[in-house]
């Protein structure tokens, strides 16, 4: 794919798609069912509570309580489904996660939606920048950072049938389009979006499309990278990254979530061990939330494609 790429708009909304995805479950598996903790107002899934009243469970704003109930389901041969912004689904259960799903090898989904600067403008508390380090760090947990709505409503059909936790840490509103309806996504297996042999910049989530955009204005300047979406940050995709640290030699990490123990680190840990080579962290440093609109949030932040090819200029510069 051409770094000339430009992410086209959205043709759905991302909660009209996880929507979409629950109904298209619940007619074809008997197992899948789907916990809300009083937001089904933001995740338009209202319509799924009444017309399957014994698969869609409102368990109110008790998300610790909402995590056993589902493991409870899942002891019982049910496949969970559950949802909260993102600080309530990770932040505020990380220990009944720990204990009830990863320790006691239950099979949960959480959907985490608003994940990092996307809360905008519901405010700092609603914004989780540590849900990433937090999910890396349980055995066996799977992270998926949703880059457009092709790859959600995919993995979370694939995730039905996945041992453990799963996490998808997602945006509510649309997201460019990136992905054709015929693609076909792997756990563990990030994608190559643009080529080039100057640096890559490896990116998950909202991040994927600002990677893009950085892309196609290095390629103005002549400077011609490769962009990765890892889809998975956990389990990381640890060959392409290593390929990429072969062939390019400096790598930029654009995440939408803390350098503290998030994707970035991840791959530090990856190429120390393995490949050595230079590489640049973009994401959020040592800030707390706030409010406002997400293009000034990026810019806040320091994670939007003028910051990223800022860091890839910078990253030639000074290794190359």
Same mark, same amino acid.
């Given at each position: 794919?051409?770094?000339?790429?430009?992410?086209?708009?959205?043709?759905?909304?991302?909660?009209?798609? $996880?929507?979409?995805?629950?109904?298209?479950?619940?007619?074809?598996?008997?197992?899948?069912?789907?916990?809300?903790?009083? &937001?089904?107002?933001?995740?338009?899934?209202?319509?799924?509570?009444?017309?399957?009243?014994?698969?869609?469970?409102?368990?109110?704003?008790?998300?610790?309580?909402?995590?056993?109930?589902?493991?409870?389901?899942?002891?019982?041969?049910?496949?969970?489904?559950?949802?909260? $912004?993102?600080?309530?689904?990770?932040?505020?259960?990380?220990?009944?996660?720990?204990?009830?799903?990863?320790?006691?090898?239950?099979?949960?989904?959480?959907?985490?939606?608003?994940?990092?600067?996307?809360?905008?403008?519901?405010?700092?508390?609603?914004?989780? $920048?540590?849900?990433?380090?937090?999910?890396?760090?349980?055995?066996?947990?799977?992270?998926?950072?949703?880059?457009?709505?092709?790859?959600?409503?995919?993995?979370?059909?694939?995730?039905?049938?996945?041992?453990?936790?799963?996490?998808?840490?997602?945006?509510?509103?649309?997201?460019?389009? &990136?992905?054709?309806?015929?693609?076909? $996504?792997?756990?563990?297996?990030?994608?190559?979006?643009?080529?080039?042999?100057?640096?890559?910049?490896?990116?998950?989530?909202?991040?994927?499309?600002?990677?893009?955009?950085?892309?196609?204005? &290095?390629?103005?300047? +002549?400077?011609?990278?490769?962009?990765?979406?890892?889809?998975?940050?956990?389990?990381?995709?640890?060959?392409?990254?290593?390929?990429?640290?072969?062939?390019?030699?400096?790598?930029?990490?654009?995440?939408?979530?803390?350098?503290?123990?998030?994707?970035?680190?991840?791959?530090?840990?990856?190429?120390?061990?393995?490949?050595?080579?230079?590489?640049?962290?973009?994401?959020?440093?040592?800030?707390?939330?706030?409010?406002?609109?997400?293009?000034?949030?990026?810019?806040?932040?320091?994670?939007?494609?003028?910051?990223?090819?800022?860091?890839?200029?910078? +990253?030639?510069?000074?290794?190359?």
């Amino acid at each position: 794919m051409s770094t000339t790429y430009t992410p086209a708009p959205p043709r759905r909304e991302m909660f009209q798609v $996880f929507a979409e995805t629950l109904e298209e479950l619940f007619q074809k598996n008997p197992r899948p069912v789907y916990l809300d903790a009083d &937001l089904m107002g933001s995740m338009k899934t209202s319509g799924l509570w009444e017309s399957y009243p014994d698969r869609v469970f409102n368990c109110g704003i008790q998300e610790a309580n909402m995590v056993g109930v589902a493991c409870g389901m899942a002891l019982n041969g049910y496949r969970p489904i559950i949802h909260s $912004f993102s600080p309530f689904a990770i932040r505020r259960v990380f220990d009944q996660l720990a204990v009830s799903v990863v320790y006691a090898e239950k099979s949960v989904r959480v959907v985490g939606s608003d994940a990092g600067i996307c809360a905008s403008w519901n405010g700092g508390t609603h914004m989780c $920048f540590e849900d990433v380090a937090m999910v890396r760090s349980l055995p066996n947990a799977c992270l998926v950072d949703v880059s457009d709505a092709v790859m959600f409503a995919d993995l979370l059909t694939q995730s039905v049938d996945w041992p453990g936790l799963t996490y998808f840490r997602t945006a509510r509103r649309g997201r460019p389009d &990136l992905y054709s309806d015929q693609e076909i $996504f792997e756990k563990g297996k990030g994608k190559v979006l643009a080529e080039g042999d100057d640096a890559t910049i490896i990116a998950s989530g909202i991040q994927v499309s600002e990677a893009l955009k950085a892309a196609a204005l &290095l390629q103005q300047r +002549g400077i011609a990278v490769r962009v990765i979406d890892v889809i998975t940050v956990k389990p990381l995709d640890e060959p392409l990254i290593l390929e990429s640290a072969t062939k390019t030699g400096l790598l930029v990490v654009t995440e939408n979530a803390s350098i503290y123990g998030g994707l970035g680190e991840a791959v530090c840990g990856v190429v120390a061990e393995e490949q050595p080579v230079p590489v640049i962290r973009n994401g959020i440093r040592d800030r707390v939330g706030q409010t406002g609109s997400e293009e000034w949030l990026k810019e806040q932040y320091g994670i939007s494609a003028a910051d990223i090819v800022s860091d890839v200029l910078h +990253g030639l510069k000074k290794f190359k």
